[in-house]
């Protein structure tokens, strides 16, 4: 534990204008354990940019980094994101 | 299984101040309208954006306090003592100001009336803010659902909303307080920090599978989950929202 | 542009000499903490400090080898690419030009590695003739876990970034291979003289 994680609630803004989703219901999978647990329920750390672990194994499930006119996320610990499909 | 998507690109809008009520000496609520606000869901949040006249920018989140009411949100704002932004919030903003918020942002700690109880709400300070949007929602819809909130607060007078709590304790919602910095003469509740065994006394039992929601800074949070678990809570019922210094 | 907020401005800080602080960035009192994992909290009896990769023969320091190491104290202003700089912060440490003598290596690039997994790639060029070191001491006391006790890298020229946290070791390498935020976004170099920030500035 580290006090100045957060979790990924702290990110929902972030990520919903990336996506133009609300993310932090989204489940995703770890690529290294595993584990499937909500967006919202991971761990967020700031540091140069941002880092999303999983709440298990510690692994970093993807990085954010972004400047005024560009943003960065890089996926490369998540298996998988499911996102429930309202089709029209 | 993944909730409904809610779908929609975020923009900033406009806020502006409607009214500053101060809650206690170092928090104040902050009302603000919103021109076109589509409503929210309780526990969710916002995001603000301050300007200074150089371009300078800060940014930082704020969990709705209010229940949702057509184009008003309110905002409780703790003011740090060499923070950059709550201050500002806190003590320069007047009814008139328009400020930048982005939202409302957040479906993971959310609560609404269909979902049910029972509940167990456990706040930590700045921490009741989003839990108490919930427990306005709930009043507001009538629902009598089995409520327990645990709140946590240095002493008496650092009890954010005090006087709203004590008038809606009841109708299936119950209020217990711990103080755990200094307590009123003849204070008969608890007098520490959250730990298991207050847990096991104020909240539901396990086998009731109750919605849990944990709100505010990181320490706090890490041990009443722990603590939940510990109790025999299935730690996908447990939600939590941290709330943290903005570091660098 | 967007609306500016009555009344509300940038906290005061302290006045830097401009020509010390780099393009885009403020100078601070304060020593904010920032960090891409949980602090891990290596028993210094389980430290140690390792070169290796495009070496003749790896070599090791347990933590009473290192600290009896020729050391230096340094004074320096660092850069956070995070546009903070703090000036005059002081340290003690090893000399990278000390370690490195204790290897054989034709490497012309070497990667700083850390307990927790974080990394960051450096070119010689950037490391040696008096450029860098491995701090164990900041202001004076021991380096605290939270700044990246017990020791991490001090690169001051470049943003502070560069300066790994935790860190337990330095492989060489005959090429250039980013290291975590290199990887993610940020700039291969790191020179906030030229604002080398993130990749393709």
Known sequence: ????????????????????????????????CGATEPVGAIHVYRGAGIVLRCPHCDNTLAAIV?????????????????LAWERA | MARAAISGRLTWQLAEVVDVLTETPRVKTIAFDVADWAGHRAGQ??????????GYQAERSYSIASAPNGTR???????????????????????GDRIELRGPVGGYFVWEPPQGGPLLLVAGGSGIAPLMAMIRLRAAAGSAVDTRLLFSSHGWDDIIYRDELERLNG??????????????????????????????????????????????????????????VHLGHAPQGIRTERFGPTGG | MPPISRGFHRRRQPDGDPSRVPPGQYVTGDFPVLSAGPTPHTPLEEWSFTIRGAVEAPVSWSWEEFVALPSETVTTDIHCVTKWSKLDTSWKGVSVDTLLEAVESKAEYLTAWSDGGYSANLALDDVTDGRAWVAYEFGGLPLEPEHGGPARMLIPHLYFWKSAKWVRGLALTLDDEPGFWETYGYHNHGDPWLEQRYQGD
């Open chain 1, 1 to 32: 534990m580290d006090k100045l994680m957060l979790d990924g609630n702290a990110v929902a803004g972030l990520l919903q204008e990336v996506f133009a989703a609300e993310m932090t219901s989204a489940i995703g999978s770890c690529a290294t």
């Open chain 1, 66 to 82: 972004r400047d005024e006119r560009r943003v960065w996320i890089t996926f490369q610990g998540i298996r998988a994101l499911e």
């Open chain 2, 73 to 95: 949100l309110d905002l409780t704002v703790v003011r740090i003592a060499d923070g950059e932004v709550s201050p500002y919030l806190a003590d320069e903003l007047k009814p």
């Open chain 2, 45 to 54: 949040h916002v995001d603000v954006r301050l300007t200074a006249d150089d």
């Open chain 2, 171 to 228: 109708n299936g919602l119950t209020v217990v307080h711990t103080l755990t910095s200094s307590q009123p003469p003849g204070w008969t509740g608890y007098a520490r920090l959250v730990d298991a065994e207050m847990l096991a006394e104020v909240g539901p039992s396990p086998a009731e599978r109750p919605r849990v929601y944990v709100c505010g800074p990181t320490p706090f949070v890490e041990a009443v989950a722990e603590a939940l």
